[in-house]
């Protein structure tokens, strides 16, 4: 019981500092779809 909860609370913190340190680094999912470069004008 004590090693699923650790791994809960392992797979949490991962889950946040993930989060955190790709948006610092500029690939959160706004940032990557929001570029002029990459509309689609037309086929």
Do not use: H
């Amino acid at each position: 019981m004590k090693a699923m909860l650790l791994g809960f609370v392992a797979i949490a913190v991962i889950a946040v500092g993930a989060d955190y340190t790709l948006d610092q680094m500029g690939w959160s999912a706004a940032e990557q779809g929001a570029s002029p470069s990459n509309v689609r004008l037309g086929d």
